[in-house]
């Protein structure tokens, strides 16, 4: 009876086969001979020349395969693929996952969060809040769950005692395009960034129920995860269109914490003088809890 492949074998498989689809023989610099080609990418032949390895070698790897890798190797098999900084980190750490056992024993969940961290978020005056790598919010401030409203209501209606996961709302909610107003980037970047943790961790349970949920029941979700892109979600900007105060144009940076692997602190702000810096203020100044002293005897 053949041996199921591993969940680490199957995404290095899917990767090397993805990049090698997407580059032509053009555009890596080699001649196309016959009118009869049968793939608009490289050949595994094609690859294996560009990378300085063997077909037989190269073979071994698409198909997951892996023993000792060098790392030249690898920066070969980079080069020839035409990858990017990110994707090649992802290829370092697809093959070192397909190329060791599997742990016995599972990483402790991911879901505590220190007190000095709700502090912290407590403490900003910005909307922040804490997730991990799948996703979930496992802590914010209160300018922050006001800002993620929506995600927390579809959270409550159908995933209730679990907390708010912003993947599952961008893909299963039918408010998500609205809400996120570069809706397709926001997509996009979040399959990417499921591909690289997946990578990183393919034996995490948690995050392959997410994966084969998301799968399951969102098209969308399938294509983009059969795309097989990879990109890190640390800085930048982001639209969203909040039912109470309307477009907000903020800033964000996602915070990894070395104390708690897997864990990310994302802060939201906005430009001086901005509508954006206007509309936080107003949302803040209805989430604000009077003290005992503001409220009247």
């Known amino acids: 009876m053949p041996t199921r492949p591993s969940p680490a074998t199957t995404e290095l498989r899917e990767f090397l ?16 001979y016959g009118a009869n080609r049968r793939v ?11 990378a300085g390895i063997s077909v037989e070698y190269y073979t ?43 742990p016995r024993k599972r990483p402790a969940a991911r879901r505590r969060v220190r007190p000095t ?10 909307p922040a809040y804490l997730r991990n790598q799948r996703f979930d919010i496992l802590a914010c401030n209160e300018l922050g769950r006001a ?11 159908h995933t209730p005692g679990q907390p708010p996961n912003t993947a599952r709302f961008t893909f299963l909610d039918r408010s998500a395009p ?24 393919p034996y995490d349970k948690d995050l392959s129920d997410l994966i084969g949920e998301l799968s399951t029941r969102s098209e969308e979700f399938r294509r983009l995860w059969a795309a097989q892109d990879v990109r890190y979600h640390r800085s930048g900007r982001k639209r969203l269109h909040h039912p109470l ?9 996602a915070l990894e914490l070395p104390g708690d692997p897997g864990q990310r602190l994302n802060v939201y702000s906005a430009p001086p003088d901005s509508d954006a810096e206007r509309a936080l203020s107003l949302l803040a100044s209805w989430t604000l809890t009077p003290s005992d002293d503001e409220v009247p005897a």
């Open 17 to 32: 086969a993805s990049r090698r689809a997407r580059i032509t023989p053009d555009q890596a610099g080699l001649p196309v």
């Open 40 to 50: 608009t990418g490289l050949r595994r032949e094609e690859v294996a020349l560009l």
């Open 60 to 102: 071994r790897l698409e198909r997951g395969i892996v023993g000792s890798v060098s790392e030249s190797v690898l920066d070969g098999l980079a080069h020839a693929l035409s990858l990017d900084e990110t994707e090649r980190d992802h290829l370092f750490r697809l093959v070192h996952s397909a190329s060791t056992p599997r």
């Open 117 to 126: 961290i709700q502090r912290l978020l407590d403490q900003l005056q910005s």
């Open 147 to 157: 800002l993620y409203a929506p995600i927390y209501e579809y959270a409550e209606a």
């Open 178 to 201: 609205e809400f996120f107003v570069d809706y397709e980037k926001v997509a996009d970047d979040c399959v990417a960034f499921l591909h690289i943790e997946a990578g990183r961790d």
């Open 245 to 253: 105060v309307g477009v907000l144009e903020l800033d964000y940076e």
